[in-house]
């Protein structure tokens, strides 16, 4: 019985293993770019209007960039991937709804092509090209529901936190 891989498979793994690696180090980077401004992003949150209510702005402001450090250090070491993929995602759209609507106010104020439209919005990079921004999103969403999939296994520290066999 032949017990190699094909090197197409082995190809995926590697490219899904980076993958993984590649969207953990964007989240504690931008995670990182918040809480160490949190008052910038605080005022780039305001932009939102999320909430009224002061105390669940700044708890907001407070915690996201943390809890998005710690996605990223599950996903980079290999932790509860499907998990952290499944919260990664679920972060991911809503972030995405937000900064298109935020996007399309804009457009419409300022009436310039959709994708001329530039602001920061408050991910971590500063002011980007809404265009450019959405497809990243977009991108990252992919990754995380391949992660989500299944996909990505191999130098886990621990893929499933149920199963203990993994």
Known sequence: MNTNRPSSRVAAEIVTVLARCCLGLLFIYMGLNKALDPVAFLKLLRQYDLTQTPLLLNFIAAALPWFEVFCGLMLLLGVAVRGTALTVLLLLAPFTALVLRRALALHSALDIPFCAVKFDCGCGDGAEFICRKLAENIL????????LAG???????RFNLTDPGR
């Open 140 to 147: 990252l969403m992919l990754l995380a529901g391949w992660l």
């Open 151 to 157: 996909r990505g296994r191999q130098f886990c520290l």
